[in-house]
């Protein structure tokens, strides 16, 4: 598709971001819209769209063209080198946060948004991480906000847990950061009679 969007821009110059924008207005005319208030589309077109007319000469059916061609069609070689470079210091960002998240609903949230930004927005277009980050997301991520703004209670109902023998609930960290976790039952204190039980 790489190859569609560079005989694209050949025949008809670059789009300068109109698809991003598109799907910037189209997650929030929704949103608009949901509260009751009609706000007309601009006049801007989707990647899918663009692809689906050029492609297949329909209006009825999209096709994918995946992010890598729609920065290339949107701002050139340079726009793919940012916008990927965005993304991959995004989702670090995201990674760090999920490391550093003190209870399992804020790993959640975290977890969803770095799954939704490399899976789905990397094979898919710019609409895609707004539409699923506002709308399927919603409830996850606003479990996720709520937690990170109650974590001083989250922290106390942790401690009053752990003081009465019980562990608070966290999601392991990723293999690359579980070095520091205890390898066999030696290093939790069990013994080998224990061990076989």
């Known amino acids: 598709m790489l190859g569609f969007a560079d005989t694209y821009t050949t025949q008809g110059g670059f789009l300068h971001g109109e698809t991003f924008v598109q799907a910037l ?5 929704g949103v608009v819209r949901l509260l009751g208030l009609y706000v007309p589309n601009p006049p801007l077109r989707s990647m899918p769209e ?3 007319q050029a492609i297949l000469q329909s209006d009825q059916t999209h096709v994918v063209a995946g992010l890598n061609s729609e920065l290339f069609i949107n701002f050139g070689y340079a726009g793919i080198f940012v916008g990927m470079l965005l993304l991959g210091l995004f989702a670090g960002w995201v990674d760090r946060r999920f490391a550093k998240a003190e209870n399992l609903i804020a790993q959640l949230g975290w ?3 770095g799954s939704l930004v490399i899976f789905r927005t990397l094979a898919a277009d710019a609409n895609a991480l707004a539409s699923f980050l506002i709308y399927s997301g919603a409830p996850v991520l606003v479990m996720g906000v709520l937690a990170y703004l109650l974590r001083d209670r989250c922290t106390l109902a942790s401690e009053i847990c752990e003081t009465q023998g019980m562990r608070a609930v966290r999601a392991p960290a990723f293999p690359s950061r579980l070095a520091h976790l205890p390898r066999t039952y030696e290093d939790h204190g069990v013994h080998g009679d224990d061990q076989r039980r």
């Open 25 to 29: 207005m189209n997650v929030t005319l």
């Open 50 to 52: 663009i692809t689906g």
């Open 111 to 113: 977890a969803y948004l």
